[in-house]
Nanobody
Framework: QVNLVESGGGLVQAGGSLRLSCAAS????????MGWYRQPPGKQREWVAQ???????DYTISVKGRFTISRDNAKNTVYLQMNSLKPEDTAVYYC???????WGQGTQVTVSS
């Protein structure tokens, strides 16, 4: 059963923007924290950002000020707005919904220099 589906990835030049979406097949209202992670080529998966049920957001330091996470409970969707993209942001981006929703399949983001 697929609970989370990411979309919005693609190829963009450095300095550009992308907005990732994570659509859940069930309500995200009860999920304490929804998060975004990424796995750069040849590296381990790393945490990027999270948003709690109350709307509190946290970011890894490398994306702070450039990325914005948000959630729309009515649409059961979480977003990641990524601005001022850098080549080092290149990775497969995954959505995580905790124990309740698990992981999505990932969406590729490639930033060219």
């Amino acid at each position: 059963q697929v609970n989370l589906v990411e979309s919005g990835g693609g190829l963009v030049q450095a300095g550009g923007s992308l907005r990732l979406s994570c659509a859940a097949s069930r309500s995200i209202f009860g999920v304490n924290a929804m998060g975004w992670y990424r796995q750069p080529p040849g590296k381990q998966r790393e945490w990027v950002a999270q948003i709690t049920r109350s709307g509190r957001t946290d970011y890894t330091i490398s994306v702070k000020g450039r990325f914005t996470i948000s959630r729309d409970n009515a649409k059961n969707t979480v977003y990641l707005q990524m601005n001022s993209l850098k080549p080092e942001d290149t990775a497969v981006y995954y959505c995580n919904g905790g124990d309740l929703l698990g992981w999505g399949q990932g969406t590729q983001v490639t930033v060219s220099s």
